[in-house]
């Protein structure tokens, strides 16, 4: 059985960097989509972007220009890293598994609270 | 950008009935990529549903979904009580994959 669990700074400043790590238990990062959501009460579930393991990259739009997925397979872990984030990137952020671009199993999550 | 809502906001409903949610689209859903997800407090979602019919591993079979193209449904066959939860749509046929708003079912 997979776990994946979020881990970094539950507060950012704005304008600064937001780094999340989502480290992989129970199986290697090959052969699956890896994927970042995020949930706020303003703006519900949204997809960040998605990553899979043949080095392919796929990001929401509106967050194309600012997002970075990238993976360490020597630790099982694969990154989030959010530039100049404002008030409007506090939320709930999440990493997830798929086979394909659905998520099958889901980190419990970890809140980022962008704020000065 | 593929918007979709849910409808309704809140069913209020008992167990062992009937729950019947759901789910449109502003533009057609290429493959019929639609995916329900279940979710409650402080926990992540949980996938029941993808391709708009099939379901996901360990998922009960009181779980149904439908639809095609814009409209899809999930149902639900006899709420358990377990059932009382936040029900989330998701497309994913056309980037940006987006989510509707959520279908609250409570008692």
């Known amino acids: 059985q997979v776990r994946l669990q979020e881990s970094g700074p539950g507060l950012v400043r704005p304008s600064e960097t937001l780094s999340l790590t989502c480290s992989v238990s129970?199986?290697?990062?090959?052969?699956?989509?890896w994927s970042w959501f995020r949930q706020s009460p303003e703006k519900g579930l949204e997809w960040i972007g998605n990553?899979?393991?043949?080095?392919?990259?796929n990001y929401n739009p509106s967050l194309q220009s600012r997002v970075t997925i990238s993976v360490d397979t020597s630790k099982n872990q694969f990154s989030l890293r959010l530039r100049s984030v404002t008030a409007a990137d506090t939320a709930r952020y999440f990493c997830?598994?798929?086979?394909?671009?659905?998520?099958?199993?889901w980190g419990q999550g970890t809140l980022v609270t962008v704020s000065s | 950008e593929i918007v979709l809502t849910q409808s309704p906001a809140t069913l209020s409903l008992s167990p062992g009935q009937r729950a019947t949610l759901s789910c449109g689209a502003s533009?057609?859903?290429?493959?019929?990529?639609l995916a329900w997800y279940q979710q409650k407090p402080g926990l992540p979602p949980r996938l029941l549903i993808f391709?708009?019919?099939r379901r996901a591993t360990g998922i009960p079979d009181r779980f149904s979904g439908s639809g095609s193209g814009t409209d899809f449904t999930l149902t639900i066959g006899r709420l358990e009580p377990e059932d009382f939860a936040l029900y989330y749509c998701?497309?994913?046929?056309?980037?940006?994959?987006?989510f509707g708003p959520g279908t609250k079912v409570d008692l």
């Open positions: 997830t598994r798929g086979g394909g671009v659905v998520p099958t199993s």
């Open positions: 129970g199986g290697s990062l090959s052969g699956y989509f």
């Open positions: 391709d708009a019919s």
């Open positions: 533009h057609i859903v290429s493959n019929n990529y």
């Open positions: 990553f899979h393991y043949t080095g392919t990259t």
């Open positions: 998701q497309q994913y046929g056309t980037s940006p994959f987006t």
